[in-house]
Each structure stands twice: as structure tokens, then as C-alpha cells.
């Protein structure tokens, strides 16, 4: 027996256990897997999440939130258009990402962004934690990838109005519901991707 094995031994330590492998599911594959994408303005969050996605076969899936109310918003949708194939199919869901979200089936879909989502549902007066509990749920049954990608909001100053307030609140109580049930967190910063979970 080496030096080293006595000694633990004799000072009680347990022998390690084998390293566990990584779970599977009844057909034998890896878990699908969920990643929540968080971070700032133009901290990366999108090119990131489109990178991993694209890690898989392709058809994929891309829910896209915003609509085009204004000069730069059409100016920020045009710039991801731009980086996206025709390996990419795109629906616009600024209300009703339950539905389009069923309907992808095994494609590996991509939800840009919860936060614009959240301000949408905001705006049309929609009770935000029933909506979020059923985005929660339908995550929950998806049987392929499915990114999100969402800004962080709560880092900053207390807003002065109790709108604002409200939104801030309800950005903080989503993320942490879907990174709850999500295998992969991610924090983007200056482009370079933080695992968190």
C-alpha cells in the first residue's frame, strides 16, 4: 500500500468514490439540454447563444421577441438577422412564446430575448407571473435544445418610478425561475462567457 493511501487511511479518510457519468435517458442519449444566457447590453449574450446552438444539427429555431417599433430597433433586428443562415427559421413571438415553442418540436430552438418578452407582457397588462410560470412549464416537456438569452437589469440603481420598479422585480423573479429548472447558466461579460450553473 503507498505512503500516501496509509496515511488517509489511518487518518479515517474515506477512499474516494469513482467519478460519477454523466446521467442518460431512457433511449441511452445525454439529458437535453436547457442554458439561460444572462448579461448587459452588448455584453455578447446573443452571437454566444447562437454559437451554441449551432453546436447542434441543424434545423434551428430562433423565437425573436422584439418588434420593430422605431429606426433602432429595426437597426438591432437587421444586425442579428445579418449573422443568421438559412440553417435558421425564424418566428416572431413578442406575445405568445408558449405556442411556437410546442410547435418546434426537436428542432433546437433559441427564445431572444425574455427581457423584451417580459416588457411586452408588461405593456399589454398581462398577469406576468402566470406568464412566466407556463413558459417554466413548457421548458420543463421540451425534448431538444432550447437557449435563452435574457439582459440583467438588477445590477444597477434603484429605479425612481414604481413602473420601472415593478418590471425590475419581475425581470429578477423569471430569471431566477428559469435558471431553477435550466442545466446550464451563463453570465456574459465583455463577450467571455461566465458559467454560473
Known sequence: MPTSERYRNKQGFQPRPPCATPSKTAQGTAPI??????????????????????????????????????????????????????????????????????????????????????TNLLLAEADLTAESARLAAALSTRTAPTILVASEVGLGIVPENALARRFRDAAGLLHQRIAAGADHVIFMVAGLPLTVK
Open 33 to 118: 439540454p436547457t442554458t439561460l444566457i444572462l448579461g448587459g447590453a452588448r455584453s455578447g449574450k446573443s452571437r454566444h447563444a447562437e454559437t451554441l446552438l449551432a453546436a447542434h444539427q441543424p434545423p434551428w429555431h430562433y423565437l425573436a421577441t422584439a418588434q420593430a417599433f422605431d429606426a433602432e430597433m429595426r437597426e438591432r433586428i437587421a444586425l442579428h438577422q445579418a449573422r443568421r443562415d438559412h440553417n435558421w427559421h425564424t418566428t416572431e413571438a413578442p406575445l405568445d412564446l408558449i405556442t411556437p415553442l410546442e410547435a418546434a418540436g426537436p428542432t433546437p430552438v433559441l427564445i431572444d430575448c425574455l427581457t423584451i418578452w417580459l
